[in-house]
């Protein structure tokens, strides 16, 4: 019989058993998974775990600063570490999505490998894979065509002389919420929309640039905010803003303008596999849509994304 309490109980027994007094290393990425997964193992082995948190340049706005504040005030150990500059660069005039996954999987690596290799004597990696991510890395890295170079799975190990370590991969989301919720942590984490490993860097058609960045951030954190303040975050499983490759005339006082164009995104969906648009109120998107348009500069068209998936996927890249 399942409950959260008693997975709780079992699974921080069993990490003791297992882990003794090995030390152990964990990247947090601000997701639930991961967090649950930090939480978990802290109530384990306390000290013994260090976790890794990366700013890779590409979160939402204030998210790296005020997701290592609740790190911390959760009592965990956690590094952040500020390589901004050094995913920034290397993704410089890409264009491709693939590439420009691969080269955020890598770097996110040689970030991590340099920060791990200061711990003295780590023994294991600990990672927040979920049951869901096991099945698609099977499906996407299997025999069948690649779909996307995907998730959290299999990207760390190779490369690391660490055991591997996943107290979560027999659970579903749903299940990793509850168990979050059993151990305390905050709403506000557990409650997060899904959120994309490269970031905001697949949220930029075309090449990325830190003015991009910024200019992302802040048209996101409008519709975000939105959704929140009018009780719609909850609503949805996963909401975002795309910034497209294209510009497109406006008209201010007496100029005419030529500028960027954003696409609002928010969906309903279970597991990501599928998506429905989510039909959110006209007076809101009226209003997310003017303020957009009139706090950020160099923006002057909101379009609103009402495509499911299939065939059409939550991201654009
Ligand atoms: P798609 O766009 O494939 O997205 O419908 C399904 C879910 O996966 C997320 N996503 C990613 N997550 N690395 C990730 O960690 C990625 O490269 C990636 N691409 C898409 C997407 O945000 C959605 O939740």
Redo the contacts with the bound molecule.
């Keep these: 019989n399942w409950t959260p309490d008693s997975f709780v109980e079992t699974t921080v027994a069993g990490l003791k058993a297992k882990l003794g007094n090995d030390k152990v290393v964990l990247g947090l990425s601000g997701g639930v998974d991961s967090t649950v997964a930090g939480v978990l193992l802290h109530k384990a082995i306390g000290k013994n775990l260090t976790c890794i948190f990366v700013d890779n340049g590409l979160l939402r706005k204030n998210e790296f600063e005020a997701v290592l504040d609740s790190y911390k005030h959760m009592g965990l150990n956690v590094i952040g570490v500020d390589a901004k500059h050094e995913f920034l660069s290397e993704l410089e005039g890409v264009s491709d999505p693939e590439t420009k ?1 691969k080269i955020i999987g890598r770097v996110f690596i040689e970030v991590f490998d340099a920060e791990s290799h200061k711990i003295k004597d780590v023994k294991w990696l600990a990672q927040g894979t979920i049951y869901p991510d096991v099945i698609e890395s099977i499906s996407v890295n299997g025999p069948s065509a690649t779909i ?5 799975v299999g990207g760390l190990p190779d490369e690391m002389d660490l055991k591997i370590v996943e107290p979560l991969n027999l659970l579903f989301k749903d299940e990793v919420r509850r168990v979050g919720r059993a151990m305390g942590i905050d709403e506000n984490l557990l409650g997060r929309h ?5 970031g905001l860097a ?1 949220r930029i058609l075309g090449d990325i640039t830190a003015e991009k960045v910024q200019l992302l951030q802040e048209v996101d954190h409008i519709f975000i905010q939105g959704l929140k303040d009018n009780n719609l975050y909850d609503q949805v499983w ?1 909401a975002g803003v795309m910034l497209l490759p294209v510009q497109s005339v406006g008209v201010m006082g007496d100029e005419r303008t030529y500028e960027k164009v954003v696409a609002l995104r928010a969906v309903t969906s279970t597991d ?1 596999m599928t ?1 429905d648009w989510v039909h959110l109120p006209y007076d809101f998107l009226a209003r997310v849509s003017n303020d957009i348009i009139n706090k950020v500069k160099g923006v002057n068209r909101v379009v609103y994304d009402i495509s499911s ?1 299939p065939p059409a ?3 654009w890249e």
């Design positions: 996954r996307k170079s995907h998730h959290n899904p959120f994309p490993g490269p697949i996963q990501g998506a998936k996927t939550i991201e």
